[in-house]
Nanobody
Framework: QVQLVESGGGLVQAGGSLRLSCAVS????????MGWFRQAPGKEREFVAA???????TNYADSVKGRFTISRDNAKKVYLQMNSLKPEDTAVYYC??????????????????????????WGQGTQVTVSS
């Protein structure tokens, strides 16, 4: 089993920054892909960013490209640095993990890792609220 615990959420003004962390425990996840998703009230869960087990591949939603950065310290923590935050970034942010057969992703794999159904393990989420 893999347990994921998010932290770092909070209230920030538009234009500000937050750094989310996802602490991983349980089975070694050094060969797991990690993703961040978010869900706003009344909306479906949406992809934010993902990183391969090696860190060699990353992928971002168009809405966060150039503002958010995903990183990992490989086995135990994954981060999401969020800069230039906007009110529309307000949501509960979730960390997710999935076994990753390849450290470098093909275009098909990149697309696959954008789907919530592709992930086996999820954290409980952390609230991010951006005020205007």
């Amino acid at each position: 089993q893999v347990q994921l615990v998010e932290s770092g959420g909070g209230l920030v003004q538009a234009g500000g920054s937050l750094r989310l962390s996802c602490a991983v425990s349980g089975r070694t996840v050094s060969t797991y892909a990690m993703g961040w998703f978010r869900q706003a009230p009344g909306k479906e869960r949406e992809f934010v960013a993902a990183i391969s087990w090696s860190g060699g591949s990353t992928n971002y939603a168009d809405s966060v490209k150039g503002r958010f950065t995903i990183s990992r310290d490989n086995a135990k923590k994954v981060y999401l640095q969020m800069n230039s935050l906007k009110p529309e970034d307000t949501a509960v942010y979730y960390c997710a993990a999935d076994q990753d057969p390849s450290g470098r992703w093909s275009p098909a794999r990149l697309s696959f890792m954008e789907r919530p159904q592709s992930y086996d393990y999820w954290g409980q989420g952390t609230q991010v609220t951006v005020s205007s």
